[in-house]
């Protein structure tokens, strides 16, 4: 049993102010379930895919893929500060590997990440250094953006290398699905927001207060209806997942950038970082989903999913999937 998955979406609102009870109970059950399907599979390694929200990745030098072989989090809305268990040697091995693969991707030797990888690490894991792992992170913020299919390039050439190393290897996909957050663009940025996008820098205990201050006031917006933020698109959310849940992942082949922008928001793009890692899974042959969960959350200013999900050929080695 060398691979299992699980994708979640993410949110700082999970943990900040404004979210209903309800809401915040019916998210953490399926985060729970996903949570003890990881226990359960006891992975040695995790490999995340996972945006960032120019917190490590700027426009002084935007790859659109790039491995770790040393991380670090930022702390971003209180998500862990410092550095991730990283073997280096192992996430060295799965660059040369992708490379030789014939995908470009870039390498970090002091990567910092965000709570688009840390938060989903502590939720599942318990603690974002519960496991070594190896980030990889995927551009899905700032355009110019490659072709959604080139990430399921990536995730089929991680997920080869990741079958050889004789090890229960969880792929963790994290971001989307259908949303359109206060993140700047570099078409619209001006003054200190575009030279942050550009340059990059590290923010203040303040610059950090204020931005999630932003953040809760633009989601109190969204949940009444008001503010310029586009809306969700559950019908397109709910599309994306069937085609995962069916293996139907050369859909995706034709699924052009703008109309991903338009059908579901700027940040919807953070869907490649699921479809690389439901294409490392497939790599290893037809598989099946187990936790099945979704529900727009206008609170969270995301349509919010999880998935679980093993080769069909080990899908009753670990118990039934809930």
């Excluded at 590997?97 to 002091?110: F, H, I, N, Q, R």
């Excluded at 207060?209 to 109190?220: G, K, S």
């Amino acid at each position: 049993m060398p691979l299992a998955l699980c994708c979640v979406s993410h949110s700082p609102l999970l943990d900040l102010p404004g979210p209903d009870r309800e809401l915040l109970d019916d998210i953490e059950s399926a985060l729970d379930r996903a949570a003890d399907f990881v226990r359960e599979f006891d992975p040695e390694l995790v490999v995340t895919f996972s945006p960032d929200h120019y917190n490590g990745f700027f426009y002084k030098l935007m790859p659109p893929f790039c491995i770790g072989t040393a991380a670090a989090g930022v702390g971003d809305y209180g998500t862990h500060a410092g550095p991730l268990d990283v073997p280096a040697d192992l996430a060295r091995e799965l660059a040369e590997s992708v490379l030789t693969a014939g995908v470009d991707v870039a390498v970090s030797m002091t990567m910092a990440v965000d709570h688009g990888t840390v938060q989903p690490l502590q939720r599942l894991l318990g603690a974002a250094t519960a496991r070594p792992v190896v980030p990889i992170f995927v551009n899905s913020v700032a355009a110019p953006l490659g072709p959604l299919p080139r990430a399921a390039v990536l995730g089929a050439a991680v997920g080869q290398h990741l079958s050889s190393l004789g090890r229960r290897v969880l792929v963790l996909g994290s971001g989307g699905l259908s949303h359109d957050p206060p993140v700047p663009a570099l078409a619209t940025a001006t003054g200190p927001a575009r030279e942050r996008i550009v340059h990059g820098g590290t923010m203040t205990a303040d610059q950090r207060l204020a931005r999630q201050e932003r953040v809760i006031e633009a989601a109190r917006e969204f949940a009444t209806g008001s503010g310029s933020l586009r809306p969700l698109n559950p019908d397109w959310d709910r599309r994306f997942l069937a085609a995962l849940d069916e293996g139907r992942l050369g859909e995706f082949d034709g699924w052009d950038n703008a109309w991903i922008t338009e059908a579901a928001g700027n940040s919807a793009h953070e869907v490649r970082t699921w479809v690389a890692a439901f294409a490392a899974l497939a790599s290893q042959g037809p598989y099946r989903t187990g936790v099945r969960y979704y529900r727009p959350a206008p609170a969270l200013i995301a349509g919010f999913a999880v998935r679980t999900a093993l080769p069909e050929r080990d899908t009753d080695s670990i118990g039934r999937q809930p």
